[in-house]
């Protein structure tokens, strides 16, 4: 019993890892924006449409794939940002919502539309088992959980000394201060926002081998998954978002083991009304962007 728990919090580790790495995407969004992009999931599933085109149609390696993925995914974030998201500083909440949802339909029915609505089949990554402390774990989900934590231990790196991530917290604090001082706020919401995307087609393409098959609408499941963990971990906190997706991950792991597999995509809006019954604003605090 108790090394079937062991398994199953594993297991659990290595989801939370890929919804850490495309919630922290969506939480730092959130921080220089104050509005949640609905349409995050849709950049998880370009990473991985892109990902599967070059392994199919171009024949490229796993590892040349990812580049092409995250690649083709900062195309598309770029031009979205210069069209949208730089012109909703400032804008009402409900903009940011309509406008990223809009965003969301756009993208995924372009995918369907290039690709067709059926299921791929992804054939890439690497897939054999090994074994670690007796358990055994396939090298893709090891590869997974081991870039979750170099991702963020980057960005811990990157907002503590960069200039673009001092810019960042200091978005995140006070836009208004930041415009008086000459801060160009839309470039650093653009750039926070490629950011984004290229995390999220980051966890994409790493998460592709271990889902197997890709469709159109498998960004939509992402975002719904991404939105109790950013609120659960407190809006624009990066490092509550980190603890909150491990929390999922592993909730969601037990509760399919010992409950039943089809409860598995309800754990984390119940999760989140518990927490909101007992913090309401947050594991962690909301004050502690970045």
Same mark, same amino acid.
Request: net charge neutral.
């Given at each position: ?190 750039? @926070? ?29 992402? @975002?719904?998954? @991404? ?43 119940? @999760? ?19």
């Amino acid at each position: 019993m108790l090394s079937t728990v062991l398994e199953q919090v594993v297991n659990g580790i290595v989801t939370g890892s890929v919804y850490a790495i495309v919630a922290v995407g969506m939480t730092m969004i959130f921080g220089v924006l104050r509005a949640i992009n609905f349409a995050h999931g849709e950049y998880y599933m370009l990473g991985t449409f892109g990902a599967w085109f070059a392994v199919d149609y171009l024949g490229l390696s796993y590892e040349a794939s990812i580049v092409v993925g995250i690649l083709a995914t900062i195309v598309v974030a770029y031009v979205v940002g210069q069209l949208v998201m730089r012109r909703m500083v400032g804008a009402p909440a409900e903009s940011g919502v309509l406008a990223t949802l809009g965003i969301a339909l756009i993208l995924q029915n372009a995918v369907i539309f290039v690709f067709g609505g059926g299921y791929k089949f992804f054939s890439g990554g690497y897939i054999e088992p090994i074994s670690i402390l007796g358990f055994s774990l396939a090298q893709q989900r090891i590869l997974i959980l081991v870039v979750c934590l170099v991702v963020f231990v980057g960005l811990e790196l990157m907002v503590t000394y960069s200039r673009l991530g001092m810019a960042m917290r200091a978005v995140s604090q006070n836009v208004e201060c930041c415009e008086v001082v000459g801060i160009d706020v839309p470039q650093v919401v653009l750039r @926070t926002f490629i950011l984004g995307a290229a995390l999220a087609a980051l966890s994409g393409v790493l998460t592709a081998p271990v889902n197997v098959s890709v469709y159109g609408g498998m960004g939509e499941l992402i @975002t719904f998954k @991404t939105l109790p963990i950013i609120i659960m971990g407190g809006l624009g906190n990066v490092r509550g978002t980190f603890f909150a997706a491990m929390i999922l991950g592993i909730a969601e792991s037990l509760v399919a083991t010992y409950v039943g597999l089809q409860f598995r995509d309800t754990v984390g809006f119940a @999760t989140l009304i518990l927490v909101l019954m007992w913090r309401p604003y947050g594991l962690f605090s909301t004050q502690a962007r970045f």
